[in-house]
T-cell receptor, first 115, second 115 residues
Framework: AQKVTQAQTEISVVEKEDVTLDCVYE???????LFWYKQPPSGELVFLIR??????QNEISGRYSWNFQKSTSSFNFTITASQVVDSAVYFC????????????FGQGTTLQVKP | NAGVMQNPRHLVRRRGQEARLRCSPM?????VYWYRQLPEEGLKFMVY????????ESGMPKERFSAEFPKEGPSILRIQQVVRGDSAAYFC?????????????FGPGTRLTVT
């Protein structure tokens, strides 16, 4: 079975704090892909990152960084020096390497950044 | 390059009516995915289509729901005889390659309200 768990339902921080959103996944496939999406209050889904199962190199993009660890089946997302505009629901998603394009989403983490 | 377009953005239907949701993928993308976001729930996969073909419909309810992606024109998600439980946000995504090899870009969603 494939599953994505985002244990943190809601997180509230004050602007400029660092915050880490956790994502734990389950899959029996050896080839799979992991994603993070952002859903701001306006409702659209914004693609943030894709990571392949065979590439464990961490990635940094501006204030965003991602830590992929196969040993613990985790793909955590850190926002450094958070800003009010970061307030959104963040979804972690998993897709197997098969022919299906199905994304399996976690329940999402609502991040509120207060000024 | 225009993103994924969905229309209408908001749709109100009475119980028993039909709902038609349209999705135009990004230019150059021939793979389309539909997801549903029910209130208080995460995003759930419904169906994956290529031009004129349904690749994976494992997430589609067995009755009243259908999807198509014709050779010409947008992809259509059709819900017949809507019920209150169909009220949700329906998101369409597209990708250029499909088969789990690339990221999916989402449209702004259609918010369906059944009264």
């Amino acid at each position: 079975a494939q599953k994505v768990t985002q244990a943190q339902t809601e997180i509230s921080v004050v602007e400029k704090e660092d915050v880490t959103l956790d994502c734990v996944y389950e899959t029996r496939d050896t080839t799979y892909y992991l994603f993070w999406y952002k859903q701001p209050p306006s409702g659209e889904l914004v693609f943030l990152i894709r990571r392949n199962s065979f590439d464990e190199q961490n990635e940094i993009s501006g204030r965003y960084s991602w830590n992929f660890q196969k040993s613990t089946s985790s793909f955590n997302f850190t926002i450094t020096a958070s800003q009010v505009v970061d307030s959104a629901v963040y979804f972690c998603a998993l897709r197997s390497g098969g022919n299906t394009g199905k994304l399996i989403f976690g329940q999402g983490t609502t991040l509120q950044v207060k000024p | 390059n225009a993103g994924v377009m969905q229309n209408p953005r908001h749709l109100v239907r009475r119980r028993g009516q039909e709902a038609r949701l349209r999705c135009s993928p990004m230019k150059g993308h021939s793979h389309v995915y539909w997801y549903r976001q029910l209130p208080e729930e995460g995003l759930k996969f419904m169906v994956y289509l290529q031009k004129e073909n349904i690749i994976d419909e494992s997430g589609m309810p067995k009755e009243r729901f259908s999807a198509e992606f014709p050779k010409e024109g947008p992809s259509i998600l059709r819900i017949q005889q809507v019920v209150r439980g169909d009220s949700a946000a329906y998101f369409c995504a597209s990708s250029p390659l499909g088969q789990g090899r690339d990221e999916q870009y989402f449209g702004p969603g259609t918010r369906l309200t059944v009264t």
